[in-house]
């Protein structure tokens, strides 16, 4: 009942950012906490970044602390992650998820997902 479609992504170099939206569906956003999980080629999924319903508060894999930021717009039905300073140890399929309650950082909890963007960062 939810569908997520995540945007934003591309290639850039060491030290660049993007900004990645994930647009959803529905009219239930706003009751749901969101994540970004990334995979990268023969790698397990990895949590990044949680916000809870409301916004106010977030989680953070210690890896993106300090370079990447999670925020959402409910009217816009819409979460961000802007990624700055991004290293070549970024480079994944960023995934959005949502799932009803409070923010997690295990991916197994999340009921919905997107597709999936690409970011490739060189050196």
């Known amino acids: 009942q939810v569908q997520l479609v995540e945007s934003g992504g591309g290639l850039v170099q060491a030290g660049d950012s993007l900004r990645l939206s994930c647009a959803t569906s529905?009219?239930?956003?706003?009751?749901?906490?969101m994540g970004w999980f990334r995979q990268a080629p023969g790698k397990e999924r990895e949590f990044v970044s949680a916000?809870?319903?409301?916004?106010?508060?977030?989680l953070y894999a210690n890896s993106v602390k300090g370079r990447f930021t999670i925020s959402r717009d409910n009217a816009k039905n819409t979460v961000y992650l802007q990624m700055n300073s991004l290293e070549p140890e970024d480079t994944a399929v960023y995934y959005c998820?949502?799932?009803?309650?409070?923010?997690?950082?295990?991916?197994?909890?999340?009921?919905?997902w997107g597709q999936g963007t690409q970011v490739t960062v060189s050196s």
């Open positions: 916000i809870s319903v409301s916004g106010g508060i977030t």
């Open positions: 529905g009219r239930t956003f706003s009751s749901y906490a």
């Open positions: 998820a949502a799932r009803e309650g409070a923010a997690r950082s295990m991916g197994s909890v999340y009921d919905y």
